[in-house]
């Protein structure tokens, strides 16, 4: 029977263990692989070599684990370094690499475009094209990591943070950025602690009511770039149906574990929202 060439990349430890299965194989080897690909970034299977030779073929030709590919790449005077990433279809994102003395931070999309329509955000010039598997979301994570330790140009030795501040708005795309999470936290895989994950948002409220109740709660950032519904209607649309008040309280009731925080994220405008009376405003907020 075919099965098609299954894709493993975002799936999780059972769900790779349920395609072994359909293969006629012990269940216990999607545990070795899900190990394989996201703790020790092994991504092609002549290289588990706790499978069998005969595994290895079979899954070759039943199975795969796709990367996304560095299209290109802007190196900063500082060491920040701008991977534009292609995917499978073609269609192109960007994630950065952020060294510091003491950990280091990957800034990932988890939307090809973005519908949200902010007025500061380049991306919106874009319009919106799809959105991101939970396999193409882990991949940027996966894809940085091993080109730092390839290259070993400030490869990370210390924690490494992750925040969902690049192309997309992730709640909107809420199913596979959950799973997304899930697995780069798992402690039999990535490990990632969700401390160290920061979910950036323009402010969906009734998606981060949802979040809060998600099996993996990261910390959270919010858009927020201005003080006034008068002003953020303007620079940020969704600010009509979720003003500021009801947003900041849906925040004051966010659950936020050991070690985790909410920011407020605030992009200054000259002459639209740098006022002293704006300072004074967000202090009060």
Known sequence: MDFGQAEFLGLTSAEISDHLVLL???SYHGGQIYRAVYRRRQFRFEEMTELSKALQ???SQTASISLPRVHSTQLSCDGTQK???????GQKIEAVFIPEDHRHTLCISTQVGCPMDCQFCLTALMGFARNLTAGEIVGQVLLI???RKEKDVHAPSGPTNI???GMGEPLLNFDNVVKALILLTDAAGAGISPHRITLSTVGLVPKIL???RAPVVPNLAISLSATTDKVRDQLMPINK???INTLVETCAHFPLGPR???TFEYVLIDGVNDSEADARRLVKL
């Open 163 to 165: 925040v969902l501040m």
């Open 83 to 89: 991977y534009l990433v292609e995917l499978k279809d």
């Open 145 to 147: 990591l091993k080109d």
């Open 57 to 59: 073929r079979k899954l």
């Open 210 to 212: 949802q979040l809060a």
């Open 241 to 243: 149906r979720y003003p």
């Open 24 to 26: 006629g194989e012990n």
């Open 260 to 262: 985790q925080r909410i």
